[in-house]
């Protein structure tokens, strides 16, 4: 038994290490003029490259989106000067490392960076065995607090699964009444929002990312061939522009409508307000935590 939880806790630490060096990678291509599409392919395709699987798109979500925005297919946006959100999901044999980092290319908002990034920080020096996810929550609420910003009230950490991204418990990034307890060898990711708006985001337009929430049964051809192609990803999220092409809106709307397909939609800020994401995964252990997104 003992392992069996070091073998799956090896494939953590490995997405983990994959993912800190694509990571890196991603933040060096993140540059004005440069298109958004090529670096959310570096990311997935350097991914591969080093051993792992995408866990979920590249999410490149700019200013008042939060998250949940990925390049659509032969996408010729170019970045400005923005305030950039990369958010990568690696995993191995299904073990998922989660981690965002804030790149901002304005050059004025270096501290809403520094804000997402400490709270980060502060939440991962109380993460313990028997840590109450009601501390983390307070921890980082104060953190941004602290330095005049908001944090975003509907986003949070979450825990990780074998092919799930999200489980419970939920860590959230204010302080509520009710919580849940962190115990040793739990994986979660935690993931700081800051805002200098309203502290809550909503979803807007339409989705370039999906995922298969349970096969139903199709006449179209087309729609058929996808669902094959979708399987594959085994419940985690992908992309509009991962998909074979042929007759692909079709095949698309076809399996929506059958009520096989979960969409997210781009979240953006309520009022308008920058966002800054900071997110690391993380081991719990009886005196700490290790985390597995983080360079060597
Ligand atoms: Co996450």
Redesign the pocket.
């Known amino acids: 038994m003992e392992e069996e939880i070091e073998l799956v806790l090896d494939k953590y630490r490995k997405a983990g290490r994959i993912l800190a060096e694509v990571r890196e990678g991603a933040v060096a291509k993140v540059k004005e003029g440069a298109l958004l599409l090529e670096v959310a392919e570096f990311v997935e395709q350097s991914t591969r490259e080093k051993g792992g699987e995408p866990a979920f798109p590249c999410n490149i979500s700019r200013n008042d989106e939060a998250a949940h925005a990925t390049p659509s297919i032969d996408d010729e946006t170019v970045f400005g000067k923005d305030v950039v959100k990369i958010?990568i999901?690696v995993h191995v044999d299904g073990y998922i490392a989660?981690?965002?980092v804030t790149v901002d290319l304005s050059g004025e908002h270096a501290e809403l960076v520094k804000a997402s990034e400490a709270a980060l920080d502060a939440a991962i020096k109380v993460i313990r065995d028997g840590v109450s996810t009601i501390e983390i929550g307070e921890v980082i609420e104060h953190t941004i607090r602290e330095r005049g910003y908001k944090p975003v009230v509907n986003l949070s950490?979450?825990g990780?699964a074998r092919y799930n991204?999200?489980i419970p418990p939920t860590i959230p990034n204010v302080r509520y009444e009710h919580g849940a307890v962190l115990k040793e060898n739990d994986v979660v990711?935690i993931?700081p929002f800051v805002t200098d708006g309203a502290g809550k985001i909503a979803e807007h337009g339409t989705a370039e990312i999906y995922s298969l929430i349970k096969a139903k049964p199709v006449r179209v051809h087309e729609a058929k061939k996808l669902l094959k192609a979708i399987e594959e990803y085994q419940g985690l999220p992908f992309a509009k522009r991962w998909l074979p092409r042929e007759r692909l809106d079709l095949a698309l709307r076809t399996l929506r409508n059958s009520g096989a397909l979960r969409e997210y939609p781009v979240l953006r800020e309520e009022g308008g307000g920058l966002v800054s994401q900071t997110?690391h995964?993380v081991i719990v252990q009886k005196d700490g935590c290790e985390v597995t997104t983080r360079h060597p």
């Open positions: 958010d999901g989660d981690s965002a950490g979450h990780l991204a999200h990711a993931e997110e995964t």
